[in-house]
Each structure stands twice: as C-alpha cells, then as structure tokens.
C-alpha cells in the first residue's frame, strides 16, 4: 500500500532541447536512474540510436506545445526544480531534492526561458564555469538524487 506522505516520483525534460542525439542520451539515463517520466517543450523527440533500451517506450512520455501548457499540467503536488547557471540557484552537492518534483532542463545554447525560471519552486547549479551539454547535465543531477541524502 502506498503512504503518500512516503513515496518519491520525478519527472525530467528538456525545454527546446537543441538536437534530439540529447534526449536519446538524457532518456537513457533517466530510465536506469528511476525517472517516473520524461517530457519535452517546444521541439518533439525523435528516436535516436543513443536511446539503445528505447527508453521513450518504457516511461511515459508527454510532450507540451510551450512553457504555460507544461505548467498547467506539473503533478499536482510536485516541486518544478529547474537546472541552471544563476546566482539564484543552489549548490546541487547541498541541495536537498524534493520528494515529489519535475527537473528542468534547458537548451545548451540559451537555456531555461524567463518565464520557466520565474516559476521554478527552486534553482540548482553545480560547479561548472560553462554550460554543460544538457543531456551530461540532466545526469549529472539525477545521479545526485539518487545519493543517501536528505529530501525536502
């Protein structure tokens, strides 16, 4: 029996991800680190030869037109953590990940939009002068939620 106090889920995707070789290598990693689903904004997904366990067909998968119509359909309950370089945003190797939420990811070249910053419930960074590829970045901090860490 599921206590709803308890169980974890997260969701991860990418807005206007840049080239679709990224969603193959993020959906492969987030289908063995525990993702309940994957998503996309703004540019569809295209099956990739990097996805090699088809990743796309073992979780769900959404796709929204734009940022508003994603937002209106976050799990309800669920924390929108978006990942970028911002003075706002907190240390990833401190941040403590909710138990219920969405990570958010940007395209390489302009990464999250205003709009998506300005509702994210939180901001996480890690020690990187540049920008990373997106689909290293997405792992990066899914291998991270799957540290013994505290959850908020």
Same mark, same amino acid.
């Given at each position: 029996m599921?206590?709803?106090?308890?169980?974890?889920?997260? =969701?991860?995707g990418?807005? $206007?991800?840049?080239?679709?070789?990224?969603?193959g290598?993020?959906?492969r990693?987030?289908?063995?680190?525990?993702?309940?689903?994957?998503?996309?904004?703004? $540019?569809?997904?295209a099956?990739?030869?990097?996805?090699?366990?088809?990743?796309?067909?073992?979780?769900p998968?959404?796709?929204?037109?734009?940022?508003?119509?994603?937002? $209106?359909?976050?799990?309800? =309950?669920?924390?929108?953590?978006?990942?970028?370089?911002?003075?706002?945003?907190?240390d990833?190797?401190?941040?403590?990940h909710?138990?219920?939420?969405?990570?958010?990811?940007?395209?390489?070249?302009n990464?999250?939009?205003?709009?998506?910053?300005?509702k994210?419930?939180?901001?996480?960074?890690?020690?990187?002068?540049k920008?990373?590829?997106?689909?290293?970045?997405g792992?990066?901090?899914?291998?991270?939620?799957?540290? $013994?860490?505290?959850?908020?």
């Amino acid at each position: 029996m599921n206590d709803n106090f308890v169980t974890e889920y997260f =969701g991860i995707g990418i807005q $206007n991800g840049k080239t679709p070789e990224n969603l193959g290598v993020l959906w492969r990693t987030a289908q063995n680190l525990g993702a309940s689903y994957i998503f996309t904004i703004g $540019n569809r997904y295209a099956k990739q030869a990097c996805d090699t366990h088809n990743a796309v067909k073992s979780l769900p998968y959404f796709h929204y037109e734009n940022f508003e119509e994603f937002y $209106n359909n976050l799990p309800k =309950g669920a924390r929108l953590v978006g990942v970028e370089l911002d003075e706002r945003a907190a240390d990833l190797e401190t941040f403590e990940h909710p138990r219920r939420c969405v990570y958010l990811l940007g395209a390489e070249d302009n990464g999250l939009s205003k709009a998506a910053i300005a509702k994210c419930h939180h901001l996480v960074k890690f020690k990187s002068e540049k920008s990373l590829n997106v689909s290293v970045a997405g792992s990066i901090v899914l291998y991270d939620r799957g540290l $013994n860490k505290p959850r908020s």
